[in-house]
């Protein structure tokens, strides 16, 4: 994955082993400056929960995630390289 660099990562809330949050906050330091999107079926995270990555409500239309990806492509940032974890 070095040097690999996604445009943005969508993760699921729910999954074995990790919560998309922990994958995200992993995902930040491998590819720091992508954007990542939170999907997520869950209506409220617990309190301390940053608002960060965005969420993305399940289930979603694809005119809700053209929004959400629009959103943070907002910028013209480029994020660097991912490096090796």
Known sequence: ???Y???VIVTDHAMPHMTGMEFASRA???CPGTPIILA???AEFPRGVDENPPKLAKPYSQSQLN???AAVFATDIQPPACKEP
């Open 1 to 3: 994955m070095e040097g």
């Open 5 to 7: 660099v996604p445009d």
């Open 67 to 69: 929004d959400a990806l």
């Open 40 to 42: 997520t079926g869950y």
């Open 28 to 30: 930040a330091v491998v």
